[in-house]
């Protein structure tokens, strides 16, 4: 692998969900297009945060990157090789390079399991034993997170939330992996605890030179862990930018609307720092609007907006790597229009 190949390049990624109807046969009468096209890469070592509402595919990008759903379309190169349609046997030696951490730490830890045999069992599974046993290295592990490595006998009702979650961790990192997919890994955490996890993960990619991608509901969570952020809307990105560029100079309508629900603390230097209450739900992902998918919510929307979708690329005004998808972006200037109902309350 060249240094300039990214760790993880995806493109054109695509996962349409077969919607079934009809009577006396059901037959396919539609899809859910739950992710429509997505370009993006990670390089090594590297945070990529994924934000967006509810519903908008983060977690299907989730699972396709690793593998544990197969694309409708486009293509994931891992380290330069071609993983789109790998098999379980070519995946094998780049399965225990991704890992995933999931939002709930309690649901996926199996209650009946010891801490111990839960973090070993990515070991296990892949037959791989570290010099000194697997038992030392669940010790380790446990340290590494956080946790006290006289506790490997414990069982996960024994943990809080939060500690629970640091098993999550322990156990992605088992197999010293390249690339953890962290899907809300700390939605599900009482506030107080949330801060602790991100900074563990944060010492995680620093220390051990991990790549994530992050996903989050909202654009406060992820400033202070990626590098780097993806607004998604309706299954695809409509910007992508560094860390800096995104926050102080958001070009998206929509990445405006989200970072201006973001709690002044954390957005200080942010422009124009009126709160938008976006008008109206998400559309449906079954029959997202022609154009630009933002279009029924956006105060800018015209006729170009409703026939072309536009491209993801770098508008004029943006530095290089910011990427915006908005035939009428957004600048310093801009003031959002009197047809959003601008909120007056204090942000709750
Ligand atoms: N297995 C599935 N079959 C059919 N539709 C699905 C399936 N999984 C997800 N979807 C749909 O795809 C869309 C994207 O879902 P996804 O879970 O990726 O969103 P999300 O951004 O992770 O949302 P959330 O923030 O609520 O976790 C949604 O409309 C969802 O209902
Ligand atoms: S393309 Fe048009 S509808 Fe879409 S975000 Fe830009 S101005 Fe709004
Ligand atoms: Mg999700």
Known sequence: MSSNTPLLDVSGLTKHFPVKGGFPIRRTIGAVQAVDGLDFQVAEGESLGLVGESGCGKSTTGRLITRLMEPTDGKISYRGQDITHAT??????????????????YASLNPRQTVGKIIAGPMEINEINPAGGREKRVRELLEIVGLNPEHYN?????????????????????????LIVADEPVSALDVSI?????????????????????????????????????????????????????????RHPYTRALLSAVPEATVEETPARERIRLQGDVPSPINPPSGCRFRTRCWKATEKCASEAPPLVQVEG????????????????????????????PAA
């Open 88 to 105: 379980r046997k070519q995946l094998a030696p780049v399965r225990s390079e991704i890992q995933m951490i999931f939002q709930d730490p």
């Open 154 to 178: 414990r069982f996960p009702h024994e943990f809080s939330g939060g500690q629970r979650q640091r098993i999550g961790v322990a156990r992605a990192l088992a197999l010293q992996p390249k």
């Open 194 to 250: 949330q801060a602790q996890v991100v900074n563990l993960l944060q010492k995680v990619q620093r220390d051990l030179g991990i790549a994530f991608v992050f996903i989050a509901h909202d654009l406060a969570v992820v400033r202070h862990f990626s590098q780097r952020v993806a607004v998604m809307y309706l299954g695809k990105i409509v910007e992508i930018a560094d860390r800096d560029d995104l926050y102080g100079n958001p």
């Open 318 to 345: 943006n530095k290089a790597g910011h990427l915006t998808a908005c035939h009428y972006p957004e600048t310093a200037e801009t003031v959002p229009a009197p047809r959003l109902a601008k909120d007056s309350e």
